[in-house]
């Protein structure tokens, strides 16, 4: 993403291993597409989703970072979550040592993180704070969340 003046753009990407294939679970790509399918008929923004992202700001436009980390931050904070140290990037450190502690070789680690070189990979092993407190908050309060709109349908 780029900034001009006012305006916000799509822009390649300053190195090639930017480019990247991220692999999802079938559950996963089935409730992206059910995201951008419910938001597109419930026109949930003040102006149609010009740039065909499932998660266009309210505009209908490409999120700005601070709107993204506002976003996260009400996440990160929520009562149920109460990860208040967390940042967006700290989801960055999660998915690293998460896929270290799962065995998850560091070459295809770093490949995933756009890393060129595994020693910048290993930088992000965070041995302070355990980063799957903030990946397994959010995992508890989903399930709770889903669980809950279950309990409410019947």
């Not at 419910?38 to 026109?43: K, L, W, Y």
């Not at 065909?52 to 904070?77: C, H, N, Q, Y």
Request: hydrophobic share 30%.
């Amino acid at each position: 993403m780029v900034r001009e003046g006012r305006r916000v753009f799509l822009a390649p990407p300053k190195t090639d291993s930017s480019v990247r294939t991220i692999y999802i679970t079938p559950e996963t790509a089935a409730l992206l597409r059910r995201r951008r399918t419910e938001d597109e008929s419930q026109g949930g923004h003040e102006r149609p989703n010009t740039v065909g992202t499932v998660f266009p700001s309210t505009a209908g436009k490409l999120w700005e970072i601070r709107g993204a980390t506002r976003k996260m931050r009400a996440v990160f904070d929520h009562e149920d979550v109460n990860v208040p140290w967390a940042t967006t990037h700290t989801l960055r450190h999660t998915m690293i040592t998460d896929s270290s502690k799962a065995g998850v070789p560091l070459s295809e680690i770093s490949q995933k993180a756009g890393h060129r070189r595994a020693a910048t990979t290993l930088g992000y092993f965070d041995t302070k704070t355990p980063s799957t407190t903030v990946g397994a908050r959010l995992e508890e309060h989903r399930k709770a969340s889903r669980s809950s709109k279950f309990s409410e349908a019947k």
